[in-house]
């Protein structure tokens, strides 16, 4: 028998082999982890956070011009009509370039994909728009929808053709921002509302400042979704939203630490969210051991489907990428997970609308409900529905509670004052 000490220091030995092997793994599966001298990187690797950056795209498009440090956010930097697809609604697609803000007000270029139905708007006002934010959930700059959208390999698809079919216009935006910061949620709703800037600022699509706006995501699009809601009031209240629907948000990662972290399927995405918000976060690659940073040089460009088997294979705590002890609770950790905490001081004065599933056991409904509350206490509007299933299901089963009450934003039809809840 071993005493509880020796278990410890088994259980470190077992999560350091397991890191080896996944960063092996992700070398074998990843075209884009070749440098200059790769072995030398891997055996001794730099804490060096643009060793771990996304190798930029060969698409000069996306380069922001000099001087865009200067002008406003959501300036227009760069525009280029784009077909994508597959796609039944007859449409015309735009991409924009604009001038936006990172997650420490720095900065920052980002993209958005326009897509707008050619048939006219026969309705009531200006034509309606879903800020339609898809699940990004990775690292690599080649998994943006603004670079799977024209190649029709965008996951979400069929999602946005949903929208289409009501003849909506849709924007689809790269919220992760320039780095791919996965889960950074500033950057993300920033990059969200800086996209609608630049959309009513281009005359030729016809959306002006008066068309309802709409913002929905789920699971990794709700971090946006959720965040572009609740900093609209402060960074950009010109912004005609008129409600954000999302569900299976990422609420708190002091909660996912408990529910996603090394102990199941989904404990890689923890971890590559993890690499994503050190992106934004620089200090925390202070925190890494020779394997933490191993594995953000070699994730550093994979997609989701190439991040999340992962867990199957290897379910490594984020704990094992440190050899701090209780890495998670030291102060630069414990700000960071306040600063990508949703809610807080922060609430929308738009209405929203979140669903979640009851049996969720990745994203536990705690965070939802606690963020109700904290809206709620807050003034918004707000109204909360929770399924029975868990995330998958819910991410099925909440769409048409969420796309008929979508509907009734934009139609003009107000949101019911105060907040109410349905399974809670």
Same mark, same amino acid.
């Given at each position: ?11 470190? +030995? *077992? ?36 060793? %771990?950056?996304?190798t930029?795209l060969?698409?000069? #498009? ?77 690292l ?6 603004? #670079? ?20 909506? %216009? ?35 699509? !016809?959306?002006?400042?008066e ?5 929905? !995501? ?28 999302? &569900? ?7 909660? *996912? +630490? ?55 294979? %290897? ?9 701090i ?20 001081? *922060? ?24 963020l109700?509350?904290? #809206?709620?206490?807050? &003034? ?5 529905e ?9 991410a099925?089963?909440?769409l048409?509670?969420?796309?008929? #009450?979508?509907?009734e934003? +934009?139609? !003009? ?12």
């Open positions: 028998m071993t005493n509880s000490g020796d278990s410890m220091v088994v259980k470190e +030995l *077992l999560c350091r082999s397991a890191g080896i092997v996944l960063a092996a793994a992700l070398i074998a599966a990843s075209p884009s982890s070749v440098s200059a001298d790769p072995v030398t990187d891997f055996v001794t690797p730099k804490q060096d956070p643009a060793s %771990a950056a996304a930029p060969s698409d000069p #498009w996306f380069d922001a011009p000099a001087g865009y440090e200067n002008s406003s956010p959501g300036t227009i930097l760069g525009t280029r009509p784009v077909n994508v697809g597959p796609l039944i609604t007859p449409v015309t697609s735009t991409q924009i370039l604009f001038r936006s803000t990172d997650s420490k007000d720095r900065p920052v270029a980002a993209a958005t994909t326009v897509i707008v139905p050619t048939a006219p708007w026969t309705g009531n006002g200006s034509r309606p728009v879903v800020a339609y934010n898809m699940a990004i959930d990775s690599g700059n080649t998994c943006a929808p603004s #670079w799977t959208l024209p190649r029709g390999i965008a996951p979400e698809i069929v999602a946005v053709q949903l929208f289409l079919a009501k003849n909506y %216009a849709v924007v689809v935006t790269d919220h992760q921002g320039p780095r791919q910061a996965y889960a950074a949620g500033r950057m993300a709703g920033h990059a969200v509302l800086d996209a609608l800037r630049a959309m009513v600022a281009l005359p030729q699509l !016809g959306l002006d400042k068309s309802p706006i709409a913002v929905t !995501g789920y699971s990794g699009g709700a971090i946006a979704s959720g965040w572009a809601a609740q900093l609209a009031p402060s960074y950009a209240p010109e912004v005609n939203i008129v409600g954000t629907a999302f &569900g299976g948000a990422p609420i708190d990662y002091r909660i *996912l +630490l408990g529910s996603m972290n090394g102990t199941n399927a989904a404990s890689t995405l923890f971890l590559s969210a993890a690499l994503g918000v050190a992106r934004e976060y620089p200090e925390m690659f202070q925190l890494m051991n020779a394997n933490g940073l191993r594995l953000a040089q070699i994730a550093k460009d994979m997609c989701v489907y190439l991040l999340a088997p992962g867990g199957l294979v %290897a379910p490594i705590p984020v704990q094992a990428l440190s050899d002890p209780n890495v998670d609770r030291t102060p630069i950790a414990e700000e960071i997970i306040a600063q990508t905490r949703m809610g807080g001081d *922060l609430a929308p004065t738009a209405p929203v609308f979140i669903y979640q599933g009851q049996q969720e056991f990745w994203i536990p409904r705690e965070g939802a409900e606690t109700y509350d904290e #809206w709620c206490a807050n &003034g918004s509007d707000v109204r909360l929770e399924y029975l299933g868990e995330h998958m299901t819910v099925v089963s909440g048409p509670g969420s796309h008929a #009450w979508i509907d934003r +934009l139609a !003009g039809i107000p949101a019911p004052k105060g907040c109410s809840s349905f399974g809670k």
